[in-house]
């Protein structure tokens, strides 16, 4: 945290730390309907943004989203069912209204659009419950470290914005002066605060942060200054990283989430940033508050350049690509793995989801079949692409052969190389996460006690993969799980620890077939054609999307909802720019329960 900063200001009449702090504070309603995380970004202390601290959102039973992978409809097992959706589920019920931290990109993508100015540095980690950040948002815990990251992040951004004489004048909009009561300077804050916290400010937080600009324009003599640390007070209240979604009763007694809610809601859903000034004017005029308004809005939203973040963002949450930037490889055995290559791997895989989205608009099931890459040099150099022309900033839609041994997600380094260890792929670890992730069936960890490490195998007489697999399973309590996930992932040991494809393994020929919903497969091609043309992999993205959307994690609750997302679904052939606009258009998406 900046202090230094803070105690160049005099003693007398000064701001200091303390005064900062106590003036970058303001009330935030808590998830029990009282006083929230006063402070947090700024009062040095750690908060929660849910006091349970579960994150599971009233998720009770078994879910009513089950089946299995064949079609078939199997029985409830929770937010863990098994593919295809069952009839006859509960009730709907909405999910306890919830007090949310901004995940880190959520944060970044908000400071640089209000400021211009990328953030650099960590900040606290976000929190995955459930799968997916925009879930564990509901539950994170920001630490004290934390808190002087996010501090520092604002200030740094607010400094370098108010360097720059156009980027600040276009900021404060007016001529502030130092003026007690200038109304220049109460206006910018009442604009500003609107931006950070999604809402208008009420008179007494107007009169607070004025009061820190008019302080702060006295000690340095600088209205100029006045207004930075107005704003630096503003984008460190918690009212800015934390988004209350509790609610407002309508004229039926029930709970909706209010417009100024709901306008945060679609924007970090959809943009994964700030509501525009539009947004936010549509909030206060009631047109959220509409079907025909909200799917206008939607509309708007996902029309916009920053709308592909609506499936990006989603895909690089449910893909898990947060990992791939941190994940350390022999660099003996594979000395091109980099950041340029990680890189590569990540906006490959995020760029081609938002490509069937918004630029083939064709099925979502054709992620796992489509020969498109999104590469820069580094990438099509691992894919034996032609990387004339390109570097490792500069990126190319290209396509694979037509016969090529790599298609689809399942086929592409950022899926590969983050089920990997440091010197070898791991069919384990990619048919667990394809059961998972495509097939909503989930997978046990192994008992505490069971030795999961295969063996060596002795130098003379080398073994592939398939055939350390193939002793691992003759333990009968190995043999329950790794039945299920080691026929999936077998047939993409085609390719190493960073995707690169390759035939042998310790000089002997890889065997690649395996299984895929009770189906043999011949290899990877084969195994990606195989998800592309299974119906329940729909049902699961469907169930996937809506508890990214809806922030909390399946319950049985939400059967209803899913069987109607999922015809809709399938009725646009599986168009995932058209699962968006259901899923927040929908009345599950504007309806919200009391506290517990």
Request: contains cysteine; hydrophobic residues 40%.
């Amino acid at each position: 945290m900046k202090q230094s900063s803070w105690r160049k200001v005099g003693l007398s009449g000064a701001i200091s730390a303390g005064a900062l702090l106590l003036a970058c504070t303001s009330k935030i309603e808590g998830p029990q309907g009282g006083e929230g995380p006063s402070g947090v970004v700024g009062g040095g202390g750690a908060a929660s943004s849910s006091t349970s601290g579960s994150g599971t959102q009233g998720v009770s039973g078994g879910s009513s989203v089950t089946g299995s992978v064949d079609g078939s409809v199997g029985s409830s097992t929770g937010s863990g069912g098994t593919g295809t959706i069952t009839e006859g589920p509960p009730p709907f019920q909405p999910a306890p209204g919830m007090l949310r931290r901004l995940t880190g990109a959520q944060f970044k993508n908000a400071v640089s659009d209000v400021f211009g100015v990328a953030v650099l540095g960590d900040l606290d980690a976000d929190d995955w419950t459930g799968g997916f950040a925009a879930i564990g948002a509901a539950s994170v815990v920001t630490s004290e470290l934390g808190v002087e990251q996010y501090h520092t992040a604002v200030e740094d951004a607010v400094d370098e914005a108010f360097a720059d004489d156009a980027r600040r004048a276009a900021l404060i909009g007016c001529e502030p002066t130092t003026t007690p009561g200038d109304a220049c300077l109460r206006g910018f804050v009442e604009r500003m605060g609107r931006r950070a916290w999604r809402r208008p400010l009420d008179a007494a937080e107007v009169d607070r942060h004025v009061g820190v600009a008019e302080s702060a324009a006295t000690d340095f003599e600088s209205a100029i200054e006045g207004a930075r640390w107005a704003t630096i007070a503003l984008f460190t209240s918690p009212n800015f990283l934390y988004r209350p979604e509790l609610g407002a009763p309508t004229t039926s007694g029930a709970l909706e989430y209010t417009g100024y809610e709901m306008a945060s809601r679609l924007a970090f859903l959809i943009w994964n940033s700030l509501p525009d000034e539009a947004l936010l004017d549509a909030a206060a005029n009631g047109v959220l508050e509409t079907p025909d308004g909200l799917r206008s809005e939607t509309t708007r939203l996902l029309d916009a350049a920053a709308g592909r973040a609506a499936v990006g963002e989603f895909a690089e949450q449910y893909m898990r690509l947060d990992r791939v930037l941190t994940q350390a490889k022999d660099a003996g055995l594979f000395p091109e793995y980099g950041p340029a290559l990680q890189a590569g791997m990540v906006r490959d895989m995020r760029a081609t989801w938002e490509a069937i989205a918004f630029d083939d608009q064709t099925s979502a099931l054709e992620l796992f079949s489509t020969t498109k890459v999104v590469a820069n040099a580094e990438l099509a150099q691992l894919y034996g692409l032609d990387a004339n022309g390109l570097d490792s900033d500069t990126f190319q839609v290209l396509s694979l052969p037509a016969d090529s041994p790599r298609l689809g997600i399942l086929g592409k380094a950022g899926f590969l190389s983050q089920f990997a260890n440091q010197k070898e792929g791991s069919p384990t670890l990619r048919g667990k996460f394809m059961s998972e992730a495509f097939m909503c069936k989930p997978i046990d960890p192994p008992p505490g006690d069971v030795d999961v490490t295969l063996d060596e195998s002795p130098a003379d007489q080398p073994q592939t993969k398939r055939e350390k697999l193939e002793q691992h399973r003759a333990v009968a309590v190995c043999a329950q799980c790794h039945s299920l996930m080691d026929p999936l992932g077998l047939p993409l040991e085609t390719f190493d620890a960073i995707g690169r494809y390759r035939t042998t393994e310790a000089g002997l020929t890889i065997d690649p077939s395996g299984e895929f919903a009770g189906e043999p497969v011949a290899d990877a091609r084969a195994l990606g054609f195989a998800v592309a043309s299974n119906l329940s992999v729909a049902e699961c993205m469907v169930r996937k999307y809506y508890s990214y959307a809806a922030g909390h994690e399946e319950r049985d609750v939400d059967g209803s909802v899913l069987h109607s997302l999922a015809a809709s679904f399938q009725a646009s052939g599986y168009q995932l720019r058209q699962l968006v606009l259901d899923v927040v258009t929908h009345d599950a998406f504007s309806s919200v329960a009391p506290q517990p």
